[in-house]
């Protein structure tokens, strides 16, 4: 029963993740981390991250990382690419008038697509999705196959009203198909997507990510995600040159954890980056 489950879990990542191999993909559960969840309180919660160089798939919370939620604003990372791909952006600048409507002073602003990224504006992406139209979004969910690819009656509502829905699981493949620029896109759009991801730079990692609080009025609980990659350096002596040559070394992952309705905004938004650093950090990256 144990080696069929192992088995089912290494055909279902493998799938989603894209593994030239099922065989050659270590799968690796990590109940220690349990206290990195504990210190700040969370007890639905999950992290995986698959190791690009090892061919590893690690994961806190398994029967979490599979289930679909709704992607709330990392929703963002695609919808971007296909704002790219279409022509609907021709670049990271393209600018949309703030409409009048009065709702957080980083988005009552007009903003480009950078800016809105970055500040993770929903009026600035709506508005994006309404120009891109139900046909193009719905062909490009299906031909990437991102979630359940469902749009439903609203194109502007439907990454934040439960239509779509996507697992962490699925989300760490998208960013290993993004970083190795395989999604169904131009490199170029795909380039401009992960530039505007970069948020943090030092001399030997880069961490590029998305957030997104899924806080839907009728549910029960708020849905946080932090979803990315983290890019480091390793510097190796080249056996037959001799040279010192950098080798990077990335790893994709997906933190997904829920809280209670009403939860202060600014600690919960602090909390999510600190954990994801504490979960990297833990995990040796």
């Not at 999950?46 to 798939?57: M, P, R, S, V, W």
């Not at 290993?176 to 999604?183: F, S, T, V």
């Not at 530039?195 to 030997?204: F, I, K």
């Not at 954890?257 to 990256?285: C, Q, W, Y």
Request: proline share 4%; glycine share 4%.
């Amino acid at each position: 029963m144990v080696m069929h489950k192992i088995k089912v879990a290494i055909a279902a990542l493998g799938i989603v993740l894209g593994f030239g191999s099922c065989s050659d993909v270590r799968i690796n559960e990590h109940d220690e981390w349990k206290p990195v969840f504990d210190k700040y309180k969370l007890t639905d919660a999950c992290f995986e991250y698959y190791d690009n160089n090892k061919e590893e798939a690690n994961y806190y919370n398994k029967e979490r990382c599979s289930k679909r939620m709704s992607p709330a604003s990392t929703f963002k990372i695609f919808n971007s690419l296909v704002a790219l791909e279409t022509g609907v952006a021709l670049d990271e600048q393209m600018k949309i008038k703030w409409d009048g409507i009065v709702r957080k002073p980083e988005w009552d602003k007009d903003l480009t697509m950078a800016e809105a990224f970055k500040v993770s504006s929903v009026p600035y992406y709506q508005e994006v999705a309404r120009r891109i139209g139900a046909a193009e979004m719905q062909h490009y969910l299906d031909t990437v196959q991102y979630g359940n690819m469902r749009i439903g009656s609203k194109i502007d509502e439907f990454w934040l009203n439960d239509t779509l829905q996507i697992t962490p699981d699925e989300q760490v493949g998208l960013m290993k198909r993004l970083y190795h620029d395989e999604l169904p896109f131009s490199p170029r759009s795909q380039r401009i997507v992960k530039g505007m991801m970069l948020q943090e730079s030092a001399t030997d990692y880069q961490l590029y990510y998305k957030t997104g609080w899924s806080a839907r009025p009728e549910a029960k609980e708020d849905i946080l995600w932090v979803v990315g990659y983290a890019e480091t350096v390793h510097r190796l002596k080249n056996p037959k040159t001799g040279e010192i040559q950098a080798i990077p070394h990335p790893y994709f992952f997906a933190l997904n954890f829920s809280v209670p309705k009403n939860s202060d905004f600014k600690t919960m938004v602090d909390t999510r980056i600190k954990l994801l650093h504490d979960l990297l950090n833990e995990a040796g990256i």
